[in-house]
């Protein structure tokens, strides 16, 4: 593959960044991406147990979409800094449940270094009401 190469951060579901997303992101860079999981919970909540956790988490971040926004934006970030692999016009984000609703909200919430946002399976019913007259990312759920 000819560098830079498109890129996409994928976002994880309810139970955090663990071998789920990760191999979905092996997959994607054998097929010519740069890929990675972002980290939204923190270094340690790579996997998420409990039931009752995972609703608190969910419940942390729904509530807080502020926060949400900046740790999807700070996962975005991470992936520019390998600007000599990566087409930084050219960066994508997707999500499946809980990263499908941070997807949209990226989106709602004005995020600009997505060219493509991608909602599996996101929940619409928590989310705040558009916060920008014009989507930038293209949004597909």
């Known amino acids: 593959w000819t560098r830079p190469l498109p890129a996409v951060v994928i976002l994880p579901d309810w139970d955090g960044a663990n071998t789920y997303e990760q191999e979905r992101a ?3 860079a054998e097929l010519g991406y740069v890929a990675m999981v972002a980290d939204i ?9 409990s039931m009752d956790d995972r609703m608190a988490l969910v419940y942390q971040y729904a509530s807080n979409p502020d926060l949400y926004f900046s740790r999807i934006q700070k996962a975005i970030d991470q992936i520019k800094l390998l600007e000599d692999d990566v087409d930084v016009k050219e960066i ?3 999500g499946y449940c809980f990263g ?8 709602f919430f004005g995020g600009t270094d997505a060219k493509v946002a991608v909602a599996f399976h996101g929940s619409l ?3 705040p009401p ?3 007259d014009t989507i930038v990312p ?4």
């Open 125 to 127: 019913s928590s989310l």
């Open 138 to 141: 293209y949004l597909l759920m």
């Open 130 to 132: 558009l916060q920008v």
């Open 92 to 94: 994508a984000i997707a």
């Open 41 to 49: 919970y923190g270094a340690d909540l790579q996997y998420v147990e």
């Open 26 to 28: 092996t997959a994607l």
């Open 100 to 107: 499908g609703s941070g997807a949209v909200l990226y989106s």
